[in-house]
């Protein structure tokens, strides 16, 4: 199988501080990992394309200072959420696309954000 | 602009009462379409992916098919833990971005 993994699952944090949320391919390697927000009973929002040893592409409206992204192997991409506020407080999901040909996007599970 | 929509949005259903999900997908150039499962506080869930019109796939309850203007989702006599919010997508053309559909949220009546 794909087996995309995110840590932590759950993460409380208090405004003004920075959460870090790690996406790791466990059992492939992946040139593209995406960044997700989900917030209740909507669809997935993109926030960003994550390509191994470039810079990531945020799409339009998400602020690349804020969520900060890092794809430093072929297996792990990191989302680091600075200086958090009440209003950042949503699911975020990663996704990872297996190469070989294929553009199936694999996701993890997902990380529970709730800034106070 | 590609665009992809699911209906209904919501189905509720006896348990073994069967039915079927759908997603109509306007598209440039098709290049796969991909149908996930998720779960309340998890993420998506793969299910299939369907290349070309006429294709079929099947997992357990599940049976996915293609046309060239749309997919199928059909669900055959369901058990309760088939609950769950059925997502299609198709990925853009020119890059591996994915349109989602706004998903069709099932419920399993015992």
């Known amino acids: 199988g794909a087996v995309v993994s995110q840590h932590p699952s759950r993460v409380i944090c208090k405004s003004g501080t920075s959460v870090k949320i790690e996406c790791r391919s466990l059992d492939f390697q992946a040139t593209t990992m995406f960044w997700y927000r989900q917030f209740p009973k909507q669809s997935l929002m993109l926030m960003a394309t994550s390509n191994e040893g470039s810079k990531a592409t945020y799409e339009q409206g998400v602020e690349k200072d804020k969520f900060l992204i890092n794809h430093a192997s072929l297996t792990l991409s990191t989302l680091t959420v600075t200086s958090a506020h009440p209003e950042d407080s949503s699911f975020y999901i990663c996704s990872a696309v297996r190469g070989g040909g294929s553009d199936t996007q694999y996701f993890g599970p997902g990380t529970r954000l709730t800034v106070l | 602009e590609d665009q992809v929509t699911q209906s209904p949005e919501a189905l509720r259903l006896q348990e073994g009462e069967s039915s079927s999900l759908n997603c109509s997908y306007t598209?440039?150039?098709?290049?796969?379409l991909f149908w996930y499962r998720q779960d309340p506080g998890k993420g998506p869930e793969f299910l299939f992916t369907?290349?070309?019109a006429g294709e079929e796939k099947e997992k357990e309850r599940l049976k996915a098919t293609l046309t060239k203007k749309e997919s199928f989702l059909h669900i055959t006599a369901p058990k309760p833990e088939d609950s769950a919010t059925y997502l299609c997508?198709?990925?853009?053309?020119?890059?591996?971005?994915?349109?989602f559909g706004t998903g069709t949220r099932l419920t399993i009546i015992p």
């Open positions: 598209v440039s150039g098709l290049r796969g």
């Open positions: 369907l290349y070309s």
């Open positions: 997508a198709v990925p853009n053309f020119g890059n591996e971005k994915l349109t």
